[in-house]
């Protein structure tokens, strides 16, 4: 975790798991957690399952679904590969 994106750890439990949640300034270019550069936006909703364009974008690692159940804090962002979670840092003020 690098200090410029002055990133804090926060955990939460969710479906008997321990989900972390790296708070981040804006989307991570790589994942902070495996280095990978498959950094997903979460699309939280029920999708239209029957959109081509959606369902390449998830084939792609574009987007990542997150389900119908929105808390309003919600992460943002997810890794495709290791699945990590980033929410945005609010600023103060």
Do not use: H
Not at 55 to 81: A, H, N, S
């Amino acid at each position: 975790m690098t200090q410029s994106l002055k990133s804090v750890v926060l955990q939460a439990a969710l479906q008997d798991e321990l989900i972390m949640v790296i708070k981040v300034n804006r989307k991570p270019r790589t994942c902070l957690e495996c280095g990978s550069k498959r950094v997903a936006v979460i699309l939280y909703g029920l999708p239209n399952f029957s959109d081509d364009e959606l369902m390449r974008k998830e084939e792609l690692g574009k987007i990542v679904f997150g389900g119908c159940v929105i808390t309003g804090e919600d992460p943002l962002w997810q890794c495709v590969d290791c699945r990590q979670k980033y929410d945005r840092v609010m600023s103060e003020g």
